[in-house]
């Protein structure tokens, strides 16, 4: 990037503060599921829609169905200004039952919201859409709606995803970071270097199928250079990822088999976080620094990639 180019971005970056962060923490953090807690997840889908109409004046959904029931993915955009196609930012606002679903996946919601009202001050080449998806914890039921759903929709092409999920845990000790079995043979060099940080869970990974390579580095390039702080583990799936089910366990991996590049950000989930889908998984455990730098680097990712103008 140049000069002028990285004194746009960083400009951009100052609009996102911890303290909105935890502001929007506040008000999605709670029990959001479709039977045990549907007053709440009605809550924060109304929450969601007031903040795309306060900063872009706009609150679109789709509607959709299961066999077992029904849903409502919400998004909004940035119209571009010469747009040769759309990028998407994207986080799901469900939880599991029993938990208020603060790392999973409040902490991906106040993220793309952050994002959201920093990128609505500026202006780009591209479109930028920001989707916050139901029934994630239902099969991927809300980006796999979306997806059937995208001949129909009016700003194609897809050109690319970052998917928020779980942005919002840290472990600073020494071998608080696992892994999922067979990940020691699928990718040593990853491995091996979280082991020379000591196990310790103080990074977001950044995870991409072979259809997404460039928009992996995009990510991991934008963050070198504008957040070098923040410690970034790029994971390459082969295929679609079938040889590991468990890197497709949120809503990138049905744009990934629509053939649509896409990423996850991740804390890794409970392979970090003790309090996955537990009733411990509250706001008071979350690093909201941490939420904020990652939000930052998907941020200036996306403008990067939308055509910031100058």
């Known amino acids: 990037m140049s000069k002028t180019d990285i004194e746009q971005i960083e400009l951009l970056l100052k609009y996102i503060k911890p303290e909105a962060v935890r502001t929007h923490l506040q008000a999605i953090a709670g029990e959001r599921h479709r039977i045990s807690a549907p007053d709440h997840l009605e809550k924060v889908r109304e929450y969601i829609k007031r903040d795309f109409i306060r900063w872009l004046s706009k609150s679109d959904s789709n509607k959709f169905s299961t066999a ?11 119209a571009g200004e010469a747009p040769e196609g759309t990028w998407l930012l994207t986080a799901h606002y469900d939880s599991v039952a029993g938990s208020p679903g603060a790392d999973d996946n409040a902490s991906a919601v106040a993220g793309m919201l952050c994002a959201l009202r920093a990128l609505s001050h500026f202006r780009y080449r591209d479109n930028i859409v920001f989707v916050a998806f139901d029934l994630e914890e239902a099969s991927l039921a809300g980006s796999e709606a979306f997806v059937q759903q995208l001949n129909d929709w009016p700003l194609q092409p897809v050109k690319g995803v970052i998917n928020l999920e779980m942005i919002g845990y840290t472990a600073e000790e020494e071998n608080s970071q696992f892994f999922p079995p067979g990940m020691e043979q699928l990718f040593p060099q990853q491995i091996r270097e979280v082991e020379q940080r000591g196990r310790k869970g103080d ?53 990934w088999d629509a053939g649509i590049p896409a990423l996850m950000l991740t804390d890794t989930s409970e392979f970090r976080n003790p309090n996955y889908h537990l009733s411990t998984d509250t706001l008071s455990t979350l690093n909201i620094d941490f939420i904020t730098v990652v939000t930052k680097a998907a941020t200036a990712t996306i403008a990067r990639l939308a055509g910031l103008r100058i």
């Open 68 to 78: 077992e029931t029904a849903g409502e993915n919400l998004w909004s955009h940035i």
């Open 203 to 255: 990074f977001i990974t950044n995870v991409a199928n072979a259809g997404s390579l460039s928009l992996m580095s995009k990510f991991e390039a934008t963050a070198k250079e504008l957040l070098p702080d923040l410690p970034v583990v790029s994971i390459a799936v082969p295929g679609n990822g079938e040889m590991a089910p468990v890197l497709r366990r949120s809503d990138h991996a049905p744009f």
